[in-house]
Structures are given as C-alpha cells and as structure tokens.
C-alpha cells in the first residue's frame, strides 16, 4: 500500500534544476517531520533533507547545503524538495519519508515511520 508519493525526478544536465514533490493520498503528515533521502545504486541510502514539524526548522546534508531546499505546504499537504545547481553526483532515486518521531536524529533513517516509492533523478554532464 502506498503512504506516500513523490513526483518531479527526471533527467537534467549539470547545473540544471528539479523541483520534487511528496504527497500523501487520503491523509495528513502535517503533525509529522519530513525528510528527504536518497540512493544511488550500489550505494548506502543517505540522507538529504529535512524539515521538521514546528518552527519550520530545516537541516541538510553538507553536500547538498546551499543547493537545495526543503520545504511544506501544510494547505496542500505536500512537502518538496527544489534541487539548484545539480551536479552527476546528485544522480540516486529520491526518497521522502515522514517520522511521527525522530528519537535516532532526523539524519537516521530508522526516524522515519512512512516511506515513498522513490523517483528518479539523473544529472548528466
């Protein structure tokens, strides 16, 4: 069963921009924390983003810091992701996931409680 959906991955050259998004079918995520992970195939899972459920507090990882930016829409119950200056080393499928807590950090994928599918995104030189 699908608890949440991104959207949005796709290819682009270097330099280029993507803007994904992450919804959540027939309910909220609103009291939770979202974050942002990603793939790249024979690699661990990492993470990327985060936005945190009061204060609208966000963290990142250093190798994304200052391209990227995490934000939410509680009116439209999305959470997205806006990729600036994407380099061939973004290139992974990106993962949102909600965590009603986050008592192992919200860097730490054991946080988060509901997962998406995953969308591609491919940066090319």
């Known amino acids: 069963q699908v608890q949440l959906v991104e959207s949005g991955g796709g290819l682009v050259q270097a330099g280029g921009s993507l803007r994904l998004s992450c919804a959540a079918p027939?309910?909220?995520?609103?009291?939770?924390?979202m974050g942002w992970f990603r793939q790249a195939p024979g690699k661990e899972r990492e993470f990327v983003a985060a936005?945190?459920?009061?204060?609208?507090?966000?963290y990142y990882d250093d190798s994304v810091k200052g391209r990227f930016t995490i934000s939410r829409d509680y009116a439209k119950n999305l959470v997205y992701l806006q990729m600036n200056s994407l380099k061939p080393e973004d290139t992974a499928v990106y993962y949102c996931a909600a965590a009603l807590t986050a008592s192992a950090g919200l860097g730490n994928s054991r946080s988060y409680d509901h997962w998406g599918q995953g969308t591609q995104v491919t940066v090319y030189s």
């Open positions: 027939g309910r909220t995520f609103s009291r939770y924390a």
């Open positions: 936005i945190r459920w009061t204060g609208g507090m966000t």
